[in-house]
């Protein structure tokens, strides 16, 4: 059974999801950053930092959001980077945030589903998602679409949330996944299943080796699991 945000409603993941970040979009940064207390920005800069190498020309962000990946990726000096997602509440806060930038001719932020990219095979040199896999509706399907696309001897990063296994950060994340950030998102928020269906979603992802697993069974090669801050998040890059 999938983890949904809203548990009775009959809606398909995919289409809360969708709804959920719409309702959040207008204070998704805010939060993203204090309720990580800005360590987020650093796991950004650590994964855009890893495809330093490849000089990555074109580039695609799935579940975009609101481009603050897509903006971290500027500084490999690509030639465009395509964002897309499924919420269109927080495509507007990207695009917004991309206008008063002056970065609307660099990044560009379209409507897309992970898991049926609307380009053609072997088109990007470079695909990142962050804190997005954990969302698609089938993990496995979203993870091979990004295969499809990605050209030959491509790099893909995904930066996504883990569950630390050591005492005593496995207990410390536990309580203030369980017990502060629910309270805290739903205030702020205003959307009581938001910031609850984070850490239901976390504790199902199937995160370190078993998601290197599906990322190789998908045709990716090269694969490999970085842990950061004692295993609350994880890059996982793969080639193609």
């Given at each position: ?28 940064d805010f939060l993203n ?29 799935i579940a975009t959001g ?143 080796q078993n998601f290197l ?28």
């Open positions: 059974m999938a983890v949904v945000p809203y548990k009775d409603q009959n809606e398909n993941k995919k289409s809360q999801v969708a709804t959920m970040f719409n309702n959040i979009a207008g204070n998704y950053h204090f309720l990580s207390a800005g360590i987020d920005i650093i796991w950004r800069k650590k994964a855009i930092s890893l495809l330093v190498s490849e000089k990555p020309k074109q580039m695609l962000d609101t481009a603050d990946f897509a903006i971290e990726a500027l500084r490999l000096n690509p030639d465009k980077i395509t964002g897309v997602d499924i919420s269109e509440g927080m495509l507007a806060v990207g695009r917004e945030k991309l206008a008063k930038r002056g970065l609307t001719d660099k990044i560009e932020l379209k409507y897309g589903d992970s898991e049926n990219l609307p380009f053609a095979d072997n088109t990007f040199d470079a695909i990142t998602v962050a804190f997005g896999v954990r969302n698609f509706e089938n993990l496995e399907k979203g993870l091979a679409e990004m295969h499809r696309v990605l050209k030959p001897g491509g790099t893909a990063v995904v930066l996504e949330f883990s569950m630390p296994r050591s005492f005593p950060m496995k207990q410390l994340y536990q309580f203030y996944f369980k017990n502060i950030l629910p309270v805290v998102g739903k205030l702020v928020s205003k959307d009581n299943a938001a910031y609850t269906y984070l850490p239901e979603s976390v504790q199902a992802f199937p995160d370190g697993n599906i990322y190789h069974k998908v045709g990716f090669r090269d694969t490999k699991w970085h842990s950061l801050t004692f295993g609350i998040s994880s890059i996982y890059t793969g080639k193609k």
